[in-house]
């Protein structure tokens, strides 16, 4: 009898043994029983053309209710002839992340250039001759990536200090750094978004007003921070010793020690830590939504209210879920692959 | 002048100086805040105190083991959030680690699906916001579920609907009591045995079957203790009076919805400690304890386990630590756990978002801080020893 | 601020006040340099404050900040709405970070005394009752009796309910929810046998259910809930322009005056309506604003009546009778002290 090879490989892995083929065929049957309906649902039987509820006859998902909620998915009430300005920034992202990749010196001016830039061209205002877009005309997937985008921008350089400070001689710096971390990291999101909503306007001087969404930013950018800085620490503890002691022999002061020898392979190392934690923050942006801040999920939720499409929350919740899902699931693949190629390029 | 600035130069005098200088800093921005915060609520009106905590709440929870009523004061509303938490929590943790070892292990089957659908699972459970899985069990669940009036009857002691699961009660607890102070005893009975066992064991290296005679005397035993107690009891059954089942207990679909969330969604976490700890086992300590003629199920048990231990302990320890701080979600879906009512109901009642806020993040924090201290604890006692 | 006041009437005893003196309002001064209200609204209520998918709102309290901006900047476009729930209403208002709210918030003795809000008058008495399904076989109130209430928590529906059926020594199960909407959908789940919330609030989300038809709202009515424009505790002057605003609308309607006819009555012999117009008087001026503010108002939004029909009453869906809302000349309870 000649063995085939890849009836062999299925044999072994799927049909051992009496008992591994009897757990394959249950879960061949599962997996049948709950793919089928759901390939139905989503697909087959799916309505994809009309303009309203009522020309959703057929049993599977009304599709047409997200392709008439697209725009509000993707920008909020963003006013429609501004939109443009959003698209500009998405492609100004992705050209300059693209661009970084590189060019790796080009990242600290990218950092301190692009940032304000989007905020200008989605504002709008402040000498542009663009119309303001007020940021509680903002929502949808726009909001979430914004909110993420910016509270990681800040949450990765105040987690390197925090990381640093941990480790720091100092004991007064260490203390405050322990501290920092601890408590942010000890308390639920939902919290820190309500006390950056309800506490800040309180502890602010009279007049001085911080923007709605400028506040969940702060909000979500400090718990991240402290998640960040045990991310870092986790790299720097991964570093030799020998390191420091040999560019401190070099007589180079702490700063440049940290900047250009220590953080360079430590955030390596860390790298991956850190993807997580920005996926982390990424899924925590739905919570915005308790403080009337309509991302992604909020918009959806918004879009269910909507007298005239009542009954649609299968799938403006599939839709809004597989966004999320396609960008969590792309990001972790991304820093495995990371994590790999590092450990191919340390030997191990 | 230069003298001056050659002491600055001093290592020493500079890190006393940057710490003066970040003390002082972060002094002022502390003070900056108390002092427009103060000044903001006084000219806004907004009462200040702790008093309102004893003020009666009028604020009903619709479920709660500690007997709380709406006249109580908001210190007992407080309490009743802080129960719920730990119970749902708790639950979960149980839950979410049971899970998440077998979708782990799973991971690693031979069987090519099954690990195929563990990926699967996992990879789906990680990549979704929490807030998700809580509305989609809530609704789901709901969906589900019968109404009152067609519910699934359980030898008419428990019924299922959509206001939750009410199960019979008794309305004598004394043996009940007793039954469990039995079970606590031969729990320890137990616990003293298998020490002895173990120790004979490695004296003599006789084994003796701890389980069986563990499950004899600590499981048999204590049921029959229960039967009697429920024999000599009279029941509290719920009954179908107007629009719900009256009477017993009832387990809310908020409770259950939750629970279910936080469960599943914590295994997919877990799930993915638990095969990084057991791929950092050596693979010859494997063969090694399959030469010795070992059986799958002794080696997983005393051999893959307790040197993967020490590994998955640190980050299983900060899964349930957010596991405890996403019971805040809860507030979704009218889950009375603290941040619902306190936060919530009390914070608007009262208005006095300060105090109220503090009081929560404390309430977390102490949650968090007592977490870690007993895993600390756990991983000092279980930590491999290494030659 | 006192010292200002009695100089002020120093000023006006002597006779010899050319520019009147006016207390200082900050709140005033910030909405003229901004160039538009700062209006806190309800999630989404329709009828009282609605936003369509194409972001404009509308509604009763919504026409109350139209009324406000076209009084006091003239024109009664210049609103910017700010969507608040229930816990966050109040910080919002009291923070500055709204000038006013218009959010179906019920006028209550603690939420005056205790959380710094002021509330300027009533534009609309509405009462709380429940919605039930129409299978459940519910007559009255008290046939609800161990049955399970869905709420949003904080409410004062919510207090209401407990107390209505404690006083009664009725058992029932009460549900907060931290927002209406969950609170409806969940009710909409059967989750719950009924809903609770104002006559006027449940006649505007009854369309938010699945089948509209299948629900019963009772007719019974468990507590009177007055509901008003709020503003925070300080600045009077900016309180007497939000409470005279909606006076005026008030006014107009009960003297007839709407914003077809409003050019007309400019020439009334009414000495009160030609006060309200601003032909004569300058009340404008004693408040700091134009003193044709009434009559840009009720141009521009119309009179209590004339918003009470687009909104909620006859001629928008919700159908809803004037009831209590009718003026005080014709049984109901509206009433407005009068223009002197």
């Known amino acids: 009898m000649t063995k085939v090879p890849w009836v062999e490989t299925l044999r072994q892995r799927l049909f051992a043994t009496w008992w591994d083929t009897a757990i394959t065929l249950v879960c061949l049957y599962i997996v049948w029983r709950i793919s089928v309906p759901l390939f139905h649902w989503l697909l087959l039987d799916a309505n994809w053309s009309g303009t309203s509820r009522e020309d959703c006859k057929s049993p599977g998902a009304c599709w047409v209710f997200v392709r008439m909620r697209f725009g509000q998915f993707m920008y909020g009430q963003y006013p429609v002839p501004e939109r443009w300005r959003v698209d500009l920034v998405g492609i100004l992202?992705?050209?300059?992340?693209?661009?970084?990749?590189?060019?790796?010196?080009?990242?600290?001016?990218?950092?301190?250039?692009?940032?304000?830039?989007?905020?200008?061209?989605?504002?709008?205002?402040?000498?542009?001759?663009?119309?303001?877009?007020?940021?509680?005309?903002?929502?949808?997937?726009?909001?979430?990536?914004?909110?993420?985008?910016?509270?990681?921008?800040?949450?990765?350089?105040?987690?390197?200090?925090?990381?640093?400070?941990?480790?720091?001689?100092?004991?007064?710096?260490?203390?405050?750094?322990?501290?920092?971390?601890?408590?942010?990291?000890?308390?639920?999101?939902?919290?820190?978004?309500?006390?950056?909503?309800?506490?800040?306007?309180?502890?602010?001087?009279?007049?001085?007003?911080?923007?709605?969404?400028?506040?969940?930013?702060?909000?979500?950018?400090?718990?991240?921070?402290?998640?960040?800085?045990?991310?870092?620490?986790?790299?720097?503890?991964?570093?030799?010793?020998?390191?420091?002691?040999?560019?401190?022999a070099l007589g180079l002061g702490y700063w440049r020690i940290q900047r250009l020898i220590v953080l360079p392979q430590a955030l390596r190392i860390a790298l991956p830590a850190m993807t997580n934690e920005f996926i982390a923050l990424f899924k925590n942006t739905t919570l915005v939504l308790i403080v009337s801040i309509f991302d992604l999920l909020g918009i959806a939720q918004a879009a269910l209210a909507d007298p005239a499409w009542v009954g649609m929350n299968m799938e403006a919740y599939v839709f809004a879920g597989a966004i999320y899902w396609f960008a969590c699931f792309g990001l972790s693949q991304w820093s495995r692959l990371r994590e790999k190629r590092l450990q191919v390029a340390h030997g191990r | 002048?230069?003298?001056?600035?050659?002491?600055?130069?001093?290592?020493?005098?500079?890190?006393?100086?940057?710490?003066?200088?970040?003390?002082?800093?972060?002094?002022?921005?502390?003070?900056?805040?108390?002092?427009?915060?103060?000044?903001?609520?006084?000219?806004?009106?907004?009462?200040?105190?702790?008093?309102?905590?004893?003020?009666?709440?009028?604020?009903?929870?619709?479920?709660?083991?500690?007997?709380?009523?709406?006249?109580?004061?908001?210190?007992?509303?407080?309490?009743?959030?802080?129960?719920?938490?730990?119970?749902?929590?708790?639950?979960?943790?149980?839950?979410?680690?049971?899970?998440?070892?077998?979708?782990?292990?799973l991971r690693l089957s031979r069987n090519w699906l099954l690990s195929t659908l563990a990926g699967f699972y996992i990879e789906f459970v990680r990549n979704i916001p929490l807030l998700f899985f809580v509305l989609f069990w809530y609704f789901g669940v709901l969906a589900a579920l019968p109404t009152p009036r067609d519910s699934m009857s359980f030898?008419?002691?428990a019924f299922l609907n959509r206001r939750g699961l009410s199960v019979a009660m008794p309305n004598d607890v004394t043996g009940f009591r007793i039954a469990l102070l039995a079970t606590l005893i031969l729990i320890a009975i137990q616990i003293v045995l298998a020490r002895w066992a173990k120790a004979r064991q490695a004296r003599t290296g006789q084994a003796f079957p701890t389980w069986t005679a563990g499950f004899v005397i600590c499981g048999l035993l204590p049921l029959l203790a229960f039967v009697a107690a429920g024999m000599t009891t009279s029941w509290d059954l719920p009954v179908l009076r107007g629009f719900n089942y009256r009477g017993g207990f009832v387990l809310v679909p908020e409770f259950v919805a939750l629970f279910a969330a936080l469960s599943t969604y914590t295994a997919g976490f877990i799930a993915e400690v638990v095969r990084g700890g057991i791929l950092s086992v050596r693979r010859g300590q494997i063969d090694a304890a399959r030469a010795l003629g070992l059986s799958p199920g002794r080696i997983i048990r005393l051999v893959m386990i307790p040197q993967a231990m020490p590994v998955i302990i640190p980050p299983i320890t900060s899964q349930y630590l957010n596991l405890v701080k996403n019971s805040s979600f809860g507030?979704?879906?009218?889950?009375?756990?603290?941040?619902?009512?306190?936060?919530?109901?009390?914070?608007?009642?009262?208005?006095?978002?300060?105090?109220?806020?503090?009081?929560?993040l404390a309430i977390y924090l102490v949650l968090s801080l007592a977490v870690s201290a007993f895993m600390n604890w756990y991983n000092s006692r279980h930590r491999l020893v290494t030659r | 601020m006192k010292i200002i006041g009695f100089a002020a009437l120093a000023v006006l005893i002597a006779g010899s006040a050319v520019a009147q003196q006016l207390a200082p309002s900050p709140t005033l001064d910030a909405v003229k340099a901004r160039g538009h209200i700062e209006c806190g609204v309800h999630l989404g209520l329709p009828g009282f404050s609605f936003a369509n998918d194409k972001g404009e709102w509308s509604g009763l309290d919504v026409d109350y900040c139209k009324a406000l901006a076209a009084a006091v900047l003239g024109d009664s476009t210049k609103v910017k709405?700010?969507?608040?729930?229930?816990?966050?209403?109040?910080?919002?208002?009291?923070?500055?970070?709204?000038?006013?709210?218009?959010?179906?918030?019920?006028?209550?003795?603690?939420?005056?005394?205790?959380?710094?809000?002021?509330?300027?008058?009533?534009?609309?008495?509405?009462?709380?009752?429940?919605?039930?399904?129409t299978k459940a076989k519910v007559a009255a109130v008290k046939d609800l009796?161990?049955?399970?209430?869905?709420?949003?928590?904080?409410?004062?529906?919510?207090?209401?309910?407990?107390?209505?059926?404690?006083?009664?020594?009725?058992?029932?199960?009460?549900?907060?929810?931290?927002?209406?909407?969950?609170?409806?959908?969940?009710?909409?789940?059967?989750?719950?046998?009924?809903?609770?919330?104002?006559?006027g609030a449940l006649a505007g989300q009854r369309i938010k259910f699945k089948d509209p038809a299948q629900h019963q709202i009772l007719t019974e009515v468990i507590s009177n809930d007055p509901q008003g424009p709020t503003t925070r505790w300080g600045d009077e002057r900016w309180q007497l322009v939000v409470r005279w605003v909606l006076n005026a609308q008030i006014a107009a309607e009960a003297l007839g005056v709407t914003s077809k006819n409003v050019d007309e009555m400019k020439k009334s012999t009414n000495a009160e309506v030609r006060r309200l117009l601003g032909v004569d008087g300058k009340f404008g001026d004693m408040m700091g604003i134009s003193n044709d503010w009434a009559y840009n108002l009720i141009k521009q939004v119309g009179n209590y009546g004339e918003s009470f029909e687009r909104t909620v009453g006859m001629g928008s869906v919700l159908k809803l009778k004037r009831g209590q809302n009718e003026l005080w000349t014709k049984g109901g309870l509206l009433f407005t002290p009068p223009f002197q």
Not at chain 1, 215 to 239: H, N, P, S
Not at chain 2, 334 to 352: D, K
Not at chain 3, 84 to 92: A, E, F, K, N
Request: charged content about 15%.
């Open chain 2, 155 to 157: 030898l008419d002691v």
């Open chain 3, 81 to 133: 709405y700010t969507p608040t729930s229930v816990q966050q209403r109040w910080p919002v208002l009291t923070s500055g970070q709204v000038d006013l709210l218009a959010r179906n918030t019920t006028i209550t003795f603690s939420r005056n005394a205790t959380l710094g809000v002021n509330f300027q008058g009533i534009n609309f008495y509405e009462g709380q009752t429940f919605v039930v399904r």
């Open chain 1, 93 to 248: 992202l992705v050209m300059s992340v693209a661009a970084l990749s590189w060019r790796r010196s080009l990242v600290i001016p990218a950092l301190i250039v692009l940032p304000p830039l989007g905020v200008w061209l989605l504002h709008g205002g402040w000498g542009t001759g663009l119309r303001v877009v007020e940021t509680r005309e903002w929502g949808g997937l726009m909001l979430t990536l914004f909110l993420a985008i910016y509270a990681g921008l800040i949450a990765i350089p105040l987690g390197i200090l925090l990381a640093l400070g941990r480790r720091s001689r100092l004991p007064l710096i260490r203390f405050a750094s322990v501290v920092f971390i601890e408590f942010w990291r000890g308390v639920p999101i939902i919290t820190v978004i309500f006390l950056a909503s309800l506490l800040l306007p309180l502890i602010m001087p009279t007049g001085f007003d911080v923007d709605r969404l400028a506040r969940a930013v702060i909000g979500l950018a400090f718990v991240i921070a402290a998640y960040m800085a045990e991310a870092v620490r986790g790299g720097l503890q991964a570093l030799p010793e020998g390191q420091t002691e040999a560019a401190q």
């Open chain 2, 1 to 105: 002048m230069r003298g001056a600035l050659r002491f600055l130069r001093d290592g020493k005098v500079r890190d006393v100086l940057w710490q003066v200088a970040a003390t002082i800093g972060m002094i002022a921005v502390v003070a900056f805040f108390v002092r427009n915060a103060s000044e903001n609520m006084v000219k806004a009106g907004i009462a200040s105190g702790f008093s309102f905590l004893w003020r009666d709440s009028g604020i009903e929870v619709p479920f709660n083991i500690t007997g709380y009523k709406p006249s109580d004061s908001i210190l007992g509303l407080l309490w009743t959030g802080i129960v719920n938490t730990l119970l749902v929590s708790i639950a979960a943790i149980v839950v979410a680690t049971a899970i998440g070892f077998s979708v782990g292990l």
């Open chain 3, 145 to 199: 009796a161990d049955g399970t209430i869905c709420v949003a928590a904080g409410s004062t529906e919510e207090k209401a309910a407990a107390d209505w059926f404690r006083e009664r020594n009725l058992k029932v199960t009460i549900i907060n929810f931290q927002k209406n909407d969950d609170a409806i959908s969940a009710y909409d789940q059967e989750r719950c046998d009924a809903y609770t919330a104002g006559v």
């Open chain 2, 331 to 360: 507030a979704a879906i009218a889950y009375p756990e603290v941040v619902a009512v306190f936060m919530g109901s009390a914070l608007v009642s009262t208005g006095q978002a300060i105090e109220i806020i503090a009081i929560t």
